[in-house]
């Protein structure tokens, strides 16, 4: 007998907000002294109480936004009450009948992944083992978490894989997280089952693949789940309820707890945090919000022509995708620059994009280079930019590119680009 | 002066205006008061001797910077908090500080004071009877002039009863109208700091200092109470809830209440009778959300932080922690919880029905007055009924005063003025007009 597997993607993402999800302690806490980022809320202390971060909201109802779901009228924060070292008011708030986003989808290799629920939740403290000891870091305690819940609509490993990764880049296109899978900024779990081919209907047991803080990990650990229950099937057992972890030496998944261990959770409404009502910042969020990548990999097929390999290559990143805009802008050809971009590997951080326009372009264009021409051309880009100066000053170095990029137009993309940059610092430096 | 400890707060500032004492020689003689009278009473389980601002009696329930707090809990023996509450700030910046924590139920769970872990408190009109509670050494100290006023917590009653059994003054506020921040959390949907006071006109005082928004508190976004001279108001109609003088109520402070109610009605209040039809479901309801939401505030005291194992919780929270964790349990949740809190909202309804009628309600706070101690420990359930009138304002949110009213047996009655949500004002205008026209809060216990 043929068999498929089913299954369902529950994903953690840490948010990036200055601030935790219920206190005023700094969210920035990888790598720091521990128990530095502490405060009676977050450490739990008799009294203390959690107020929401604002801004971690909004975060949430982003990503919910970009997966299509909608923003509850009525969002409401639980407490899920378990008992855990790392947990220290001995319940985490999280939303369970009440999330802020649900009924979102994701298209994933042509399908319609369903997105059961995007809610809000915070972070739990750090166990660390040292010897026989035990310490506990509250640093991370009340970190601003977001958890992605799907319908056990994957049909295979490779699905889950592209679902993670589209993830991980809508995460950092919406500049919500770092979403960096070795700082724990994101987690999965993924729920298995296998059922007959051509059988509807869902199997009656799931295996939840938890704890397995390595995407690599999980795609074997999926995988050799999904060997086993058909191994498992094939000799005539029954499969039940269960949270498997996996062991990297032995390649092989093992028994975590049993349905019978399960936890009750006990649910209830916060009552410490009032309702929620977000419809009004819901709507403005869905007018700022930035293009997807999805969206902008079928944009720059349609827009420049490029294949979809090539598009795919330079939406990856948001950054990378200006990166290309901004070198068509100032004049480069659409193809040469995909092509010279792709080909090159070039390095965004270190390259202007000016410079890759003269690098196509060649030397036969016949570049400009002499210091007086330049200077001329540097002096109305700055008088077109007034406030470009004053930013500058301030700090924002990131409006040095966009003067270059005026320069690069006006010189119909002839411009030395590392000698204006060269020039335009130094006026911008001395103004 | 002698009679320095007895005076009101109010009476207090007037006089340290007038330079008639020192702020040094009030704390001097509180201490050297409560140095000779709280062996006998059990009031303050921990006294502060540097308190050089007007002294105050803060319950154990309210997190003290540098000053233990325990709860009245073994579990919390040797706490001693790092932050302030919001309340104990706003009394610092008005020139209150810390002389004591009091005595109270373990975790604020009891009706009598003597679930502390301490001991209990002794009622100061009788050393034999209980003081009420949860707040019960708030309260003690308080009669007995062991501070100039106190702070206790109120979730269903635990500072107007113990008010009411020591004959003293006590207000719970609109929830929402004072800061949580810093109240160690029994049932967060209903819990109140407000305080306990020697006047009404204190209590307006004391509601002013601590009330306002907060930003530390979600559920605290109520304005700040504006403390007006409480004139009486004419023709004002004061609804009797028929629910509230049946069976269970002592027919001697049965009488003690109809007697004020009459006082009030010489005063030209139009008296009108009323119905709060739940209210019998009141208690039902009240326990299950009360025990649901400590079985998970408390579950923070988990044995790994503060020093102690849960072995050391007492006989009442162990019981409520399991009570709580059987109603949120898989199963039982919508039968239990989810019906509590209907009931919560149409015990609301009663009370904005009956308002449409009249602008405030009053009643008993207590159904006897006080009992011996040991008399009701070992029967929860007679405990719990002892709060019949005083927990309908926790589940609707409402405010509600308590003030003395007369005696039984040369113990005190309590009067209990329940008012609409966030008017304060009304139920203090009533408490002090009944207060211009009586005595009672003059009788000092004899110690």
């Known amino acids: ?431 | 002066m002698n009679d320095l400890t007895s005076l009101t707060l109010t009476e207090v500032i007037e006089s340290l205006k007038d330079k008639k004492f020192s702020l040094n020689e009030l704390n001097k003689s509180y201490l050297e008061r409560i140095r000779k009278l709280n062996p006998k009473l059990n009031a303050y389980l921990a006294v502060n001797d540097s308190c050089q601002k007007i002294p105050a009696a803060i319950k154990d329930v309210i997190s003290t910077k540098d000053i233990i707090t325990t709860a009245s809990s073994k579990i919390l023996a040797n706490f001693v908090p790092p932050y302030d509450a919001s309340v104990i700030k706003m009394l610092d910046t008005q020139g209150v500080g810390v002389i004591g924590k009091t005595n109270c139920d373990e975790f604020a769970m009891g009706s009598s004071g003597e679930n502390s872990a301490y001991g209990p408190t002794k009622n100061p009109w009788n050393l034999n009877k209980v003081p009420g509670g949860s707040s019960s050494g708030s309260a003690a100290a308080v009669a007995a002039d062991l501070c100039v006023f106190a702070l206790g917590s109120d979730t269903g009653g635990s500072i107007r009863q113990p008010a009411s059994l020591c004959g003293v003054v006590g207000l719970k506020p609109t929830y929402g109208r004072v800061s949580r921040y810093g109240l160690i959390a029994v049932t967060s949907s209903f819990d109140t700091i407000g305080p306990i006071i020697k006047s009404v006109d204190d209590a307006a005082l004391v509601l002013e200092w601590i009330s306002g928004e907060d930003k530390m508190d979600g559920n605290c976004y109520g304005k700040k109470f504006v403390r007006t001279p409480l004139r009486w108001t004419h023709n004002i109609r004061i609804g009797v809830p028929r629910e509230y003088f049946g069976e269970g109520l002592d027919p001697k402070v049965k009488k003690v209440i109809q007697d004020a109610i009459k006082k009030l009605e010489e005063l030209g209040a139009e008296i009108k009778e009323v119905s709060l039809p739940h209210s019998e479901y009141a208690l039902a309801a009240y326990y299950i959300i009360n025990t649901s939401e400590i079985s998970s505030n408390l579950a923070r005291f988990d044995g790994i932080r503060y020093g102690k194992s849960r072995d050391n919780f007492g006989e009442e929270v162990k019981r409520r922690i399991m009570l709580g964790t059987y109603a949120l349990s898989s199963g039982y949740y919508d039968e239990y919880y989810v019906k509590a809190a209907k009931v919560r909202t149409l015990i609301k309804q009663d009370f904005e029905k009956a308002f449409e009628k009249c602008d405030v309600i009053v009643g008993p706070v207590s159904p006897t007055v006080a009992w011996n101690i040991g008399e009701k420990i070992n029967d929860p359930l007679t405990m719990y009924l002892s709060d019949i009138y005083t927990i309908s304002a926790n589940l609707a949110g409402i405010p509600a005063l308590s003030i003395p009213c007369g005696f039984v047996d040369r113990l005190p009655v309590g009067l209990q003025v329940l008012g609409k949500a966030w008017d304060e004002e009304t139920i203090l205008k009533v408490g002090f007009a009944y207060e211009q026209v009586t005595d009672w809060r003059k009788d000092k216990p004899k110690l």
């Open chain 1, 1 to 431: 007998m043929n068999y498929e597997p089913v299954i369902g993607m529950e994903v953690h993402v840490e948010l990036n907000t200055k601030s935790k999800m219920f206190c005023r302690c700094s969210a920035d806490y990888f790598g720091k002294e521990p128990n530095t980022h502490v405060c009676p809320v977050c450490l739990g202390l008799p009294g203390a109480l959690p107020v929401p971060n604002k801004k971690a909201l909004e975060y949430c109802m982003m990503i919910g936004l970009a997966l299509g779901c909608k923003i509850s009228e009525k969002s409401l924060f639980e407490r899920k009450n378990y008992f855990y070292p790392d947990l220290p008011k001995g319940y985490q708030i999280s939303q369970y009948r009440w999330p802020l986003c649900v009924d979102g989808w994701i298209e994933i290799a042509g399908r319609k992944i369903r997105i059961n629920r995007a809610h809000q939740e915070e972070d739990t403290g750090k166990l660390n083992h040292r010897g026989n000891e035990t310490m506990i870091d509250f640093n991370r305690s009340g970190v601003p978490l977001v958890e992605i819940v799907t319908e056990p609509d994957f049909r295979g490993v490779e699905e889950v894989r592209d679902y993670a990764k589209k993830l991980q880049q809508l995460f950092r296109y919406l500049g919500v997280s770092n979403a960096d899978m070795e700082k724990g900024d994101m987690r999965l779990e993924a729920n298995v089952s296998v059922r007959p081919e051509l059988v509807e209907g869902l199997p009656n047991y799931r295996v939840e693949l938890k704890n397995i803080n390595s995407f690599r990990f999980m795609v074997a650990a999926i995988e050799y789940e999904i060997k086993r229950q058909i191994s498992e099937l094939e000799a005539g057992k029954k499969l039940t309820q269960e949270t498997r972890g996996w062991n990297e030496q032995k390649k092989e998944t093992y028994l975590q707890r049993s349905k019978e261990e399960a936890h009750d959770y006990r649910y209830f409404p916060e009552p410490d945090i009032p309702e929620i009502s977000l419809q009004s910042s819901a709507i403005r969020l869905q007018q700022q919000m930035p293009e997807l990548p999805w969206d902008k990999l079928a944009r720059f097929q349609k827009q420049y022509g490029l294949t979809k390999q090539q598009a795919e290559i330079l939406t990856e990143s948001r950054e990378l995708a200006d990166f290309y805009e901004e070198t068509v802008r100032d004049g480069a050809d659409i193809k040469q620059a995909a092509n010279y971009i792709i080909n090159r590997k070039i390095n965004i951080e270190e390259v202007l994009p000016a410079q890759v326009v003269i690098s196509i372009k060649g030397t036969s264009m016949g570049i400009i280079s002499d210091e007086e021409s330049l200077k001329k051309l540097a002096k109305e880009a700055i008088a077109e930019n007034p406030k470009a100066v004053e930013d500058f000053q301030k700090g924002k170095e990131s409006v040095l590119q966009a003067l270059i990029g005026t320069v690069m137009r006006k010189s119909s993309g002839k411009a030395d680009a590392s000698k204006v940059a060269e020039i335009l610092l130094k006026y911008l430096r001395n103004v």
